[in-house]
């Protein structure tokens, strides 16, 4: 089975960064895509960002392009996810999610294992 495991998640000041951390069992980041995914208060979940197991390529959703970024250590199985300049409107539920063969690797949120997630708070 798959394991997920997200860390990081705070309560910070607009303006303010955090990093997410992504570690368990049953996957592998050589062979598995992954990203993650958010739930904002009493809205649907949403694809934040995913990356490519084999050329480690990228994608973000539009509203969080070049604020942050995601990466992966191949070596420890870790994924991470880089957030700056942190607003109110990023507040939510931050969930790291793989998925060996997705049909659309960029859908992130429609990939089939998810952890159990880590809330970010951003105040104004």
């Known amino acids: 089975q798959v394991k997920l495991v997200e860390s990081g998640g705070d309560s910070v000041e607009a303006g303010g960064s955090l990093t997410l951390s992504c570690s368990g069992s049953?996957?592998?980041?050589?062979?598995?895509?992954a990203g993650w995914a958010r739930q904002a208060p009493g809205k649907e979940r949403e694809t934040v960002a995913g990356?490519?197991?084999?050329?480690?390529?990228?994608y973000f959703t539009p509203s969080f392009y070049r604020r942050f970024a995601i990466s992966q250590d191949k070596a420890k199985n870790i994924l991470y996810l880089q957030m700056n300049d942190l607003k109110p409107e990023d507040t939510g539920i931050y969930y790291c999610?793989?998925?060996?063969?997705?049909?659309?690797?960029?859908?992130?949120?429609?990939?089939?294992?998810w952890g159990q997630g880590t809330q970010v708070t951003v105040s104004s």
């Open positions: 999610v793989t998925d060996p063969s997705p049909r659309y690797w960029t859908q992130v949120h429609h990939y089939n294992y």
């Open positions: 990356i490519t197991p084999d050329t480690g390529s990228t």
């Open positions: 049953g996957y592998s980041l050589s062979s598995d895509y």
